[in-house]
């Protein structure tokens, strides 16, 4: 599946941050084979949010792994001023690059800077800004990613208000653009998130702080109504 066909499906994304990073190339063989086909990093650059982790360097070195087995590398970038990095991030094989509205003034633009990379372009939204804040740039993006945690951190429980703003998001964005749910996504509340129009699921601790990371990767899919 090319990662157009991939944005235009449900899906589960797992995200590597709560992987074990000694064996990340394991763990990611592993969500892989259970069905997992959209593999989650989340940039963080210790400024848009306190903690550093990740960056270009880890997104080429799945690269390869992830497209041979026809997956896609959904970029999440918790940075300042994500316009700079654009180009780093697509040259290391990112397939999908999403930025924060919270994070530069010039949100069209990275957007167009996105798309021009040959990426395709998510905005995302922290819990506090509201869902009308992509009005004006709604019909460019291929994803709009909802905080359902504030970001920076797995293992964080899912607010619950979040839901009815999933649906404003919906509803804002029409049925063509993937609609992304990130923080505290496990068995009990992807569920709910799908009824309200998601249709990307990212799920971290619940998957790699699992005994069984493919088990629990086919739950959340299967509670999500996600392609397992
Ligand atoms: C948090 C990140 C998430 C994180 C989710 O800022 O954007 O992608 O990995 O972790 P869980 O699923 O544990 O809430
Ligand atoms: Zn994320």
């Not at 290391?92 to 990426?119: K, M, S, W, Y």
Request: proline share 6%; glycine share 10%; charged share 20%.
């Amino acid at each position: 599946m090319t990662p157009s066909d991939l944005l235009r499906s449900r899906r589960v994304a797992p995200s590597i941050l709560s992987s074990d990073f000694a064996r990340l190339g394991e763990q990611v063989a592993d969500v892989m084979a259970a069905g997992a086909r959209v593999i989650h990093v989340d940039v963080m650059d210790g400024h848009f949010v306190p903690p550093i982790t990740i960056g270009p360097l880890i997104v080429s070195a799945l690269a390869d792994r992830v497209h041979g087995a026809g997956g896609m590398l959904d970029v999440h970038l918790m940075i300042e001023r994500p316009e700079r990095q654009i180009e780093e991030f697509a040259k290391a094989g990112a397939d999908n690059v999403t930025l924060h509205f919270e994070a530069t003034p010039h949100v069209h633009r990275t957007v167009q800077l996105i798309h021009e990379h040959g990426c395709s372009a998510g905005v995302a939204l922290n819990p506090a800004t509201p869902a009308a804040a992509l009005a004006e740039v709604a019909g460019d993006l291929d994803l709009a990613l909802c905080m359902t945690v504030n970001p920076g951190w797995g293992g964080q429980p899912f607010i619950a208000a979040t839901n009815d703003k999933v649906r404003r998001l919906r509803a804002l964005l029409g049925d063509a653009v993937a609609l992304e749910v990130d923080g505290g996504i496990d068995t009990a509340t992807a569920g709910p998130c799908a009824e309200a129009g998601a249709t990307f699921f990212v799920a971290g601790s619940h998957i790699f702080g699992a005994d069984d990371p493919a088990a629990a990767y086919v739950a959340v899919a299967q509670a999500a109504g996600a392609v397992v």
